[in-house]
């Protein structure tokens, strides 16, 4: 059963950086897009930042030139850098994936979600 591991959220004051990394867990046979979500207390879920597998990224307004997603196939492996944090960044991060679990089977799956919490 694949699943994708995330790491790296926490307490930051406004200003800092966290970097977040998502991989993972077993063998599979490969990635299409991956990205980043995250979830507000009482708001929506959105789409931070995006990359296919070909790097192109793409990200909200909102983080632009703060956030930046990357990753590493051989490590199957994503991404996020985030600096020059606010408050609003508050808010639960969770990676997503487009992976082929058999040469003939993709599926969309879902990191556990990490904290990610900004002080003013």
């Known amino acids: 059963q694949v699943q994708l591991v995330e790491s790296g959220g926490g307490l930051v004051q406004a200003g800092g950086s966290l970097r977040l990394s998502c991989a993972a867990s077993?063998?599979?046979?490969?990635?299409?897009?991956m990205g980043w979500y995250r979830q507000a207390l009482g708001k929506q879920r959105e789409l931070v930042a995006g990359?296919?597998?070909?790097?192109?990224?793409n990200y909200v307004d909102s983080v632009k030139g703060r956030f930046t997603i990357s990753r590493d196939n051989a490590k199957n492996t994503v991404y996020l850098q985030m600096n020059s944090l606010k408050p609003e960044d508050t808010a639960v991060y969770y990676c997503?994936?487009?992976?082929?679990?058999?040469?003939?089977?993709?599926?969309?799956?879902w990191g556990q979600g990490t904290q990610v919490t900004v002080s003013a």
């Open positions: 997503n994936a487009d992976i082929w679990t058999k040469v003939w089977e993709k599926g969309s799956f």
């Open positions: 077993s063998s599979i046979f490969g990635i299409n897009d």
């Open positions: 990359i296919n597998s070909g790097g192109q990224t």
